[in-house]
């Protein structure tokens, strides 16, 4: 009871410190002010626009008598105070004229000074046209009296309804403490989410799609353009490194190198002899048996020749490192990625040896745990998955055309008790990593119908969930709620109702500032 009166005195002293023409009596009724014809000295209004968010501080209304209007003005994406730009009154009468007010001067971060000098008095509709940065919007902002002096008007009805529910307790959080806080607000509506089951899950490459090549023969590795590396992109067929055959022989290069020049001069020798003869049989010298015996001799040594340089090549590259010599190319199979490399340039292996461990690009394989109650559920489809990797990572949602139900395990595992689903989905490793822990929702389709908002508006209180509904620019409702549901970053609530506004970003900041309550007050300064 003592907090609750310490708070009851912070927030009229809030209300006083709002500057000229804010009175200490003044009766606000439910959600914050009156929604009956005002007698009050000061009003103010609640008003959101897709833009724009206003709470303006207002004076009595007077015919013919400056009231002022100290125009709070919110972006409402980022939740911004307004730094510069224009805040237009306009009072609409019966007949449709209209009287507007306006001023370029900001006082401070957020705050407009208004002065309004009204020329009727009756009831008249109220709005504020807003510009900033050339984005113009026009909220209404409900529906006020002009009186008297001895019957001054304000307020008769807000634009919204922000009644408040029976029992809720109220706390105050200033538009200057919302502005220097991540900050958000919004309409509570009527929404599903589809069922669901959960279960912690596994990324992986599909069937196939991880693959460790091998030498198909004894050689020496070699790169023919760049040595490949973690991460680097495949293309079937594209050649990754390449592989220069060793032969067997127990021959020294010295034998061999003597053994091709040998042919060498045996093959230039054959060949000049073939020439010579061929020279004779034109003028019929010589015979032609015996040209073509010559040339028979000349091919043979030729290819004895051939087979002499390539045992060298292969015993130099095996012995020395050469890399002038035509490799066999290790090719990718597939489109993918490299997610290994077991070698180093130069490296002698033998047949069979890893060489490089690809996995193919898309799609991946998420392969779930469930209860055997839960995986008895895919049997109808699903809808959809959610990915949550923890941390501050978001979750990765994949709609239902991405996903492949590909099989249901037909045992249950003996050590964790769970049933496995193995889902394909059709993202890329960069986006899905093989090796990936996550917890899976996977989506069914049926639907729970109610109240969805933002996970963020959920605030754990010691264990209770509350949300914090705004009754009006500066005053909240602390509201205990049930989450019925989740669904990714949306929860499904019973205790909110449907056109609410609640803080969907920033309610651990109005608890901080409610725990911290005390007698002192932080005050608005015009």
């Known amino acids: 009871m003592k907090a609750q009166y310490v708070m009851m005195i ?11 023409g804010i009175g200490e009596d003044q009766d606000h009724g439910p959600g914050g002010h009156s929604h009956g014809e005002a007698e009050a000295e000061s009003w103010a209004v609640t008003a959101w626009g897709q833009h724009y968010g206003l709470f303006p501080e207002v004076d009595a209304l007077v015919v013919r008598e400056t009231a002022g209007a100290h125009v709070h003005v919110t972006v409402l994406e980022g939740f911004q105070a ?13 007949a449709g004229s209209d009287q507007r007010f ?39 902002g409900g529906t006020v009296r002009v009186g ?52 912690t899950a596994k990324v992986e490459p599909p069937s196939g799609g991880d693959l460790v ?23 079937t067929g594209g050649a990754m490194l390449s592989l220069v055959p060793t032969v067997s022989t127990g021959r020294s290069l010295a034998d061999l190198e003597a053994s091709v020049r040998e042919l060498e001069a045996l093959n230039s020798a054959a060949t000049a002899r073939v020439n010579r003869l061929e020279n004779l049989l ?8 015996e040209v073509e015996q010559a040339r028979a001799e000349a091919t043979g040594l030729e290819a004895r020749l051939t087979a002499g340089k390539a045992e060298l090549a292969a015993a130099e590259a095996g012995r020395k490192g050469r890399d002038d010599v035509t490799g066999l190319a290790i090719a990718a199979p597939f489109v993918g990625r490299v997610a290994e490399v077991l070698v180093s340039p130069g490296e002698r292996v033998e047949a069979g040896t890893a060489l490089l461990r690809v996995v193919r690009e898309r799609p991946v394989w998420v392969r779930a745990a469930l209860t055997p109650a839960d995986a008895a559920g895919l049997g109808g489809g699903i809808s959809g998955l959610i990915l949550d990797t923890g941390a501050s990572a978001a979750s990765v949602e994949v709609p239902a055309g991405e996903l492949r139900l590909v099989a249901i395990a037909p045992e249950v595992d003996a050590q964790s008790g ?9 993202r890329n490793v960069d986006e899905l990593k093989p090796g990936l822990h996550a917890t899976a929702q996977i989506l069914l389709p049926g639907k729970i119908e109610g109240v969805v908002l933002p996970d963020s508006a959920v605030v ?65 300064v015009h």
Not at 419 to 425: G, K, T, Y
Not at 484 to 508: C, I, T
């Open 82 to 94: 307004v730094t510069e730009g224009s805040v237009t009154v306009i009072l609409t009468n019966s």
């Open 460 to 524: 754990d209180d010691a264990g209770v969930p509350v949300v914090y509904v705004q009754l009006d620019g500066e005053t909240f409702a602390r509201r205990v709620v049930e989450v019925l549901h989740r669904q990714g970053e949306l929860v499904l609530v019973d205790g909110v109702l449907v056109g609410e506004r609640v803080v969907e970003l920033g309610g651990a900041a109005i608890r901080r500032a409610s725990l911290l309550a005390s007698g002192s007050v932080e005050g608005h």
């Open 10 to 20: 912070s927030m009229a002293a809030a209300l006083v410190a709002c500057g000229p």
């Open 102 to 140: 306006s001023s370029t001067t900001v006082v401070r971060p957020g705050i407009f000074n208004v002065e309004i000098n009204p020329s009727a008095i009756g009831e008249h509709q109220l709005s504020f046209e807003i510009e900033v940065d050339g984005v113009t919007e026009v909220i209404a």
């Open 148 to 199: 008297a002096s001895d019957h001054p008007g304000g307020i008769i009805s807000q634009p919204h309804d922000l009644a408040q529910v029976e029992g809720d307790e109220e706390v105050s959080f200033l538009l200057e403490q919302q502005w220097r806080t991540a900050f958000a607000t919004g309409w509570a509506a009527q929404g599903s989410l589809s069922t669901s089951v959960t279960g």
């Open 282 to 289: 034109a003028r019929e010298a010589v015979s032609r048996r």
């Open 418 to 426: 769970t049933v496995e689903a193995l889902i394909e989905v059709e």
């Open 213 to 235: 090549l091998t030498a198909p023969v004894n050689g020496v590795v070699r790169m023919d353009e760049e040595w490949p590396y973690t991460g680097q992109r495949t293309k």
